[in-house]
């Protein structure tokens, strides 16, 4: 049987519905949760006020709503089929012809429509609203500001202690930035009062200094001096400078390849931000995946009955695919397996297990 327009966007239309109240719902309780632990992280510094706590959390929602949106999918879906089961009018559908692939086709169409929507629009969105989180976070929370800037011309580096103002630039950079060649350093005696410059053909970060090779010294009213080693104090570590660098969820899907270039020419490991592009890349494969298993619950609940085997069959999927996802995304950054491997996992295993258990249920 030809499922008709007049199905299809019924069918549709309910399957929007519940997935839409699901991520209200998935929202809500996740915005309280995130509330109280930004309240509890700002507790204890008077500068945190209401306002700031309400502006970290609504900067956070695109990007707690990106990894919600799994779930909502799952959830939503089962919450859809098995309203549409109770009410018999899957099974009028299915007694007149129209088979499991058919009435999930409208599902299937809007999972793929949102994903791709969330990969070319929303995802560049949540980047602006995420970048403006991790500057009040680090304004507000951690109490830093970016010690480091990355373009095609090199890199920047700053840093302000008791030593003084710093500012670094590097042509190229190796050992993931712990030596830097062709160095400029500009130095400065509080914001912006200049007092030298050091021209370095290399300089390798160690505990609590910069060691410089072949350098030339400069400064107001004084003769340049060269030295063949120098060593400049510092307060920066090897973490600091690698979690300078932009977080991946503050950069949109479309910039991420560029960034990962200027990364890898400049000397820098990019595999957290190959990380991010291919799953954001996997979303619509992910949601329709969890349509997938939803059809899969709800069918079994419509043959067997029983709600608690609907909850506990969703509770239990849901969190087999955080974890599973956890897992495989952590075993990606720590280069145990390949970044497009760990990204594309959750989604491709989802799907290939939604459709077995579809192909059993129908046709087995």
Do not use: C
Request: charged content about 15%; proline content about 3%.
């Amino acid at each position: 049987m030809h499922l008709s327009w007049t199905l299809s966007l019924y069918l549709g239309r309910r399957f929007l519905f519940g997935f839409g109240g699901t991520l209200l719902a998935l929202m809500a309780l996740v915005l309280l949760f995130d509330f109280l632990e930004v309240l509890r992280r700002g507790s204890d510094r008077d500068e945190v006020t209401l306002p700031i706590i309400i502006g970290l959390v609504f900067f956070n929602l695109p990007v707690l709503m990106q990894k919600v949106l799994p779930f909502a999918a799952l959830f939503g879906g089962m919450f859809t089929f098995a309203r549409l089961s109770r009410s018999h009018e899957l099974v009028v559908a299915r007694a007149a012809g129209v088979s499991v692939w058919q009435f999930l086709m409208p599902g299937l169409v809007i999972a793929i429509l949102v994903g791709a929507f969330v990969v070319t629009v929303f995802n560049p969105l949540s980047a602006v609203t995420a970048s403006r989180h991790e500057q009040l976070v680090a304004k507000y929370l951690d109490g830093r500001s970016s010690l480091l800037a990355l373009s095609r011309t090199g890199l920047w580096l700053r840093q302000a202690d008791s030593f003084g103002q710093t500012v670094i630039h590097a042509q190229s950079v190796s050992q993931q930035g712990l030596e830097l060649r062709n160095v400029i350093i500009f130095l400065y005696k509080g914001v912006d009062e200049f007092s030298g410059r050091i021209d370095a053909k290399s300089a390798t970060l160690e505990d609590g200094a910069w060691s410089l090779k072949d350098v030339l010294v400069t400064g107001p009213d004084v003769p340049a001096e060269f030295y063949e080693n120098y060593v400049l104090e510092t307060s920066l570590t090897s973490g600091q400078i690698q979690d300078s660098f932009a977080s991946p969820d503050t950069l949109s899907f479309w910039a991420l390849p560029k960034f990962i270039t200027v990364l890898k020419e400049a000397g820098f490991g990019a595999r957290k931000h190959r990380l991010q592009w291919h799953s954001v890349l996997s979303v619509p494969l992910l949601l329709f995946a969890m349509v997938l298993l939803a059809a899969t619950f709800s069918l079994r609940l419509s043959r067997r009955g029983g709600t608690g085997l609907l909850i506990a069959g969703g509770v239990t999927a849901g969190f087999v695919l955080f974890f599973t996802t956890d897992l495989v995304l952590a075993l990606g950054l720590s280069g145990k397996i390949p970044v497009v491997l760990a990204a594309w996992t959750p989604a491709g295993v989802s799907t290939l297990l939604g459709l077995s258990l579809l192909f059993h249920l129908e046709d087995g």
